[in-house]
């Protein structure tokens, strides 16, 4: 799967589903992002195999694992596969073996040990290392409000040096940032790597025309609806 921009618009990744349309990781929030228009769907999925962000988290009705790559795979749309924990990387890639998904899966973590296992286990998928973990629902948090404005620049200044890091631990090929620390340092140095960026998660319609002109390779959004229409109107 090929996710540098070239010359065309971001792809846009809808976030846990269409989160913004219809409760997260559901069946019905996969439905929603694919009627969006969503050029791939994320999802999480913890060691059960079933979407949620977190056991305290879960939806009434979990969708598990070989449900959302069946829908996904028979839609024709890209899988964004968000691995919570590691430990369980082996039944992931059994998985997207069953559905032929593979090659059409960016499978991320935030667990540089994780993403060096699915890298031989699943070689065909892009592996994406993920900024900041995001145990305490940083994506659910708009910055810099909950930092001062000073904390926020002083992060996205240290960025270019954490990215060498992250992808040096991890083996991954592909970068995903909150969409607070992405700058065009980083895009760029990312990009001479060959390195495509994600960044997560976007639900202004300010801050898709920012990652836009930042140049990102993709824009995750619980709102895919909104990002694609905004870039439609750049």
């Given at each position: ?42 999802f999480d999925v913890g060691p059960d195999l ?77 592996r994406a290392i993920g900024y900041p973990r ?101």
């Amino acid at each position: 799967m090929n996710l540098l921009r070239g010359g065309g618009r971001p792809l846009v990744i809808g976030h846990r589903g269409a989160a913004a349309v219809a409760p997260e990781n559901t069946l019905e929030s996969l439905e929603a992002a694919v009627a969006a228009g969503a050029d791939l769907v994320e999802f999480d999925v913890g060691p059960d195999l079933l979407l949620a962000h977190s056991a305290r988290e879960a939806p009434r009705s979990q969708v598990t694992l070989d449900d959302a790559l069946e829908y996904l795979t028979a839609q024709g749309v890209g899988v964004h596969l968000d691995v919570k924990q590691p430990g369980y990387e082996e039944q992931i890639a059994s998985a997207l073996r069953r559905h032929d998904a593979a090659s059409r899966s960016v499978l991320a973590t935030a667990y540089p040990v994780t993403a060096r296992r699915l890298r031989v286990l699943a070689p065909e998928a892009r592996r994406a290392i993920g900024y900041p973990r995001d145990r305490y629902g940083v994506s659910r948090v708009s910055w810099p409000d909950a930092l001062t404005r000073t904390g926020a620049a002083a992060l996205r200044a240290a960025m270019p040096v954490r990215i060498r890091l992250l992808l040096a631990a991890s083996r991954a090929d592909t970068l995903a940032l909150h969409h607070t620390l992405c700058s065009l340092s980083a895009v760029r140095l990312a990009h001479a790597r060959g390195v495509p960026v994600l960044a997560w998660t976007a639900n202004e319609p300010a801050a898709v025309r920012r990652l836009d002109a930042l140049g990102v390779d993709a824009i995750v959004s619980d709102d895919p609806g909104m990002a694609l229409a905004t870039l439609r109107a750049a």
